[in-house]
């Protein structure tokens, strides 16, 4: 795959997605390992319908995560549901590569998306919805700047129980921007 260096941090760098890439998603939106995570389990994923959500999808602030060493793709990260008149959008995130979880590359990914979206996107409150019993990405999170702001209890069926989703959100004036290692200005 061929990848574009857009958001360089220390050890990976942000790229546009590349529809060339459905296969690995479908794979990782298809894993409990990851969709248990995202509260997606209940999702069948195909290949063309990950093919024409990739082809269709008008999200431009969204981007895959490579690592710069190897240059392989391991998960993606993005601001969704962008409102420009109110300057919110809604962090997405997920490393699909198991090899690369709990190694600090999503937190890394986070804060790059985090920047460009506070001093080049010009927004200025973030959220996430996170499951309450992925205390992982909540640490991680926490790392970055969020911090929860509410909860809707009972809210998530996962594996024959009910979860709790947290709501967590950060203020541009809140989060420290020195992460994007190839801006000029």
Request: aromatic share 12%; hydrophobic share 30%.
């Amino acid at each position: 795959m061929k990848y574009f260096k857009k958001l360089e941090g220390d050890r990976i760098y942000l790229s546009p997605r590349n529809s060339d890439d459905v296969e690995k998603f479908t794979e990782w939106l298809n894993d409990f390992q990851v969709t248990d995570y995202t509260g997606r389990s209940a999702n069948v994923l195909t290949l063309q319908g990950e093919r024409e959500y990739l082809c269709n999808s008008k999200e431009e602030h969204v981007m895959v995560i490579v690592t710069k060493d190897e240059d392989k793709m391991i998960g993606t990260v993005g601001i969704e549901k962008i409102n420009f008149v109110n300057r919110t959008g809604t962090l997405g995130v997920f490393i699909g590569d198991k090899n690369y979880r709990d190694k600090g590359y999503g937190t890394e990914a986070i804060k790059l998306i985090l920047e460009y979206a506070f001093q080049y996107v010009n927004l200025n409150n973030i959220m996430l919805e996170v499951m309450s019993y992925n205390d992982r990405a909540i640490r991680c999170y926490e790392k970055c700047g969020f911090k929860e702001f509410g909860r809707r209890h009972q809210s998530v069926y996962m594996n024959g129980k009910y979860y709790d989703k947290v709501y967590m959100e950060v203020l541009k004036e809140n989060f420290e921007c020195n992460n994007i290692r190839n801006k000029n200005i």
